[in-house]
């Protein structure tokens, strides 16, 4: 992880450096890139993330695998869990509470959960514009925490991503920017949550979908 020091006094450089994935020694992919963000701070280098990204036609729309069963669910003020979050040491400001209410089991004893909130594309500057602004996409992750509690804001543990296979994002051609967020997840070994996450505009279109993204 990257700690940010709220002190004036001192920075830290972030860099990311992209290129061209290797297929083998000789040749490298038209269409994936291997990428890297580090940073930089008092003479020594930390990588902090590593993976593969690459662009593709939307050739087929992505099928939801993530809904709760209908019913199931109930809602909960959104307060509630950011004020956990806030005393498990996750401490989202209020740019980045970013749902707008949660949907939690009401038999208490399922790790699923879903929540509406705002389409993002953009948020405070205008010249960048996202297919999923990132605090939408880290609304996701904070969907994730809260199934993993089965409906129950006293089992809430910090938990951050560590690896995460699969992540497709397109581009939502709805006009309501609002959406529907879902989340499954299953507890594999001590500390450790797998999860399936996904996001659904208005009109019904999944515009991402997190496959196996491991908290820890």
Known sequence: ??????????????????HKSVITNAATSATWWDFAISSYHNGSAV????????IHPRNAALQSKYK????ALESTAKR????????????????????????????????????????LKTSGDSI???????????GMIQLAVVAATNGKPKELRA?????????????????????QMH??????????THAGIEMIDS???IVAQFDDIRLS
Request: one cysteine or more; glycine letters at 6%; aromatic letters at 12%.
């Open 1 to 18: 992880a990257l700690t940010l020091n709220t002190e004036f006094s001192t920075s830290a450089e972030i860099f990311t450096s992209l």
């Open 47 to 54: 990588q902090h993330a590593s993976g593969s990204i690459a």
């Open 68 to 71: 709760p069963p209908s019913g």
């Open 80 to 119: 509630t869990w950011y004020e956990k979050f806030i005393r498990q040491g996750l401490n989202y400001g209020p740019t980045f509470q970013t749902i707008s209410e949660f949907y939690t089991p009401r038999m208490k004893s399922e790790s699923f959960a879903s929540a509406t909130a705002p389409l």
């Open 128 to 138: 960048s514009v996202y297919p999923v602004h990132p605090i939408a996409l880290d």
């Open 159 to 179: 938990q951050i991503p560590t690896r995460l296979p699969s992540a497709i994002v397109h581009t939502s051609t709805s006009s309501n920017q609002t959406c």
């Open 183 to 192: 989340a499954v997840v299953k507890r594999i070994g001590f500390g450790y």
């Open 203 to 205: 009109d019904g279109q």
